[in-house]
């Protein structure tokens, strides 16, 4: 049975997490927060993790997971892995394609051990493929993907968007994967290989900017921190910093211009439908700065938010978590880490009305639960001694 319990709703699960990084670990964990009895399966070295474990990333990634090293490149260390396969639903994996192929834990391997399993994995360019050899690594996605390319301002080069959207969304989406193959299991009786990856992450982020181009052959172009298309949707100056206004349709357009007390721009004939005010959005945005630097943006949103047209500050990271709405969410929360002490990490964003997720335990230290999860295997205390003293686990 699961030793974590973080959520009851989805604790009948086991998943073997052999994933690194960033995207593999984002999918892992929103089965972790809602329950799943995760098993973090670590090198028998130290390796270099892409970041201290002790630091905020790693933390942020891993709690609600137990940790077990093994050795998977002896043939003792494969044998314990496959006895655990046995007993799992998952095994999620985001080494190099070739990499689970060359060890032996390939999806047909797998299912040979259990046919239920689903193994989920995470590449940076998919499984084939002319790139399938390449290293996927979050930026490299973003210019591949176009995201760089309608991001930033028009003339200064493409600029990357300031979080690993690309390497958070795969993950993300490998974890939509792997629920949608638990329910066609239900039906089936039989597992199935889940594959994402970072490149076609980028371009499903894209959404309406990529079907620009495959619907209509239009190639989208920076636009700063314009809209692409909808106008007055930008961030403007303030008397005392910055702020966003989205004015979309006639309807919000009148209010804003009403709410500013600008009403000759409602009346402007450049500016009477939305393509006259995405063309002369330049001219737009002049105006818009000069009504809006009469007053701060706190000013402004409650003027703003009361004539019914969206509008928000634009905060540094202190100011998000000193937010009423964002401490309403509880999109931190505390966990207990028996080193480091009190951590506040960002919390689980999907809210389950009767099975809601938790931050039930800190990130394991490395190898912690490993003589526990052999145990649970049958392995008993000189079989598990002799596999540390041959350096298995």
């Not at 494969?78 to 990499?99: C, G, H, I, Q, S």
């Not at 007390?261 to 004939?269: S, V």
């Not at 509008?311 to 969410?329: E, S, T, Y």
Request: glycine letters at 8%; hydrophobic letters at 40%.
């Amino acid at each position: 049975m699961p030793r974590i319990t973080a959520s009851p709703a989805l604790a009948r699960l086991r998943i073997l997490d052999l994933t690194r990084v960033r995207a593999g670990p984002t999918c892992v964990r929103q089965f972790a927060d809602f329950g799943a009895d995760v098993i973090k399966i670590e090198n028998t070295e130290l390796e270099d993790m892409g970041g201290a474990r002790d630091g905020p990333d790693f933390q942020n990634l891993h709690r609600n997971k137990r940790s077990m090293t093994l050795n998977l490149k002896a043939e003792k260390g494969k044998e314990v892995f496959m006895r655990l396969v046995k007993t799992a639903d998952v095994v999620v994996e985001n080494y190099r394609p070739d990499v689970k192929f060359r060890l032996g834990i390939d999806y047909e391997s797998l299912r040979k051990v259990n046919p239920r399993v689903i193994l989920a994995s995470i590449s940076g360019f998919g499984q084939d493929g002319p790139y399938r050899e390449l290293p996927g690594f979050d930026q490299i996605a973003q210019g591949l993907s176009g995201i760089m390319s309608v991001t930033g301002v028009p003339g200064k080069g493409p600029m990357r968007v300031g979080a690993a959207v690309a390497d958070v969304s795969a993950g993300l989406l490998a974890a939509l994967g792997i629920m949608t193959a638990l329910l066609e299991r239900e039906h089936s009786g039989e597992g199935q290989w889940v594959q994402s990856n970072l490149l076609q992450a980028g371009i499903t982020l894209l959404d309406f900017q990529a079907a620009r181009y495959t619907v209509a052959g239009e190639v989208p172009e920076q636009v700063g921190n314009d809209h692409p298309t909808s106008m007055p949707t930008s961030a403007y100056t303030t008397a005392d910093g910055y702020m966003n206004v989205a004015a979309a349709g006639k309807v919000i357009w009148k209010r804003l211009c009403e709410a500013i007390e600008r009403n000759d721009l409602f009346d402007h004939p450049d500016y009477r439908d939305a393509n006259g005010r995405s063309k002369y959005r330049a001219a737009l945005n002049a105006e818009m700065n000069k009504a809006l630097a009469a007053k701060p943006t706190a000013e402004w949103v409650e003027i703003l938010n009361k004539a019914g047209v969206p509008c928000g500050a634009i905060n540094a990271m202190d100011k998000v978590f000193a937010d009423p709405q964002v401490r309403h969410l509880k999109a931190a929360a505390e966990v207990s880490h028996p080193k480091l002490g009190k951590l506040k990490l960002i919390n689980q964003p999907v809210t389950l009305s009767r099975t809601p997720a938790s931050l039930a335990a800190a990130t394991p230290e490395r190898g912690e639960h490993s003589e526990e999860v052999l145990g649970e295997l049958g392995y008993d205390s000189t079989a598990i001694e002799r596999l540390r003293s041959e350096k298995i686990i």
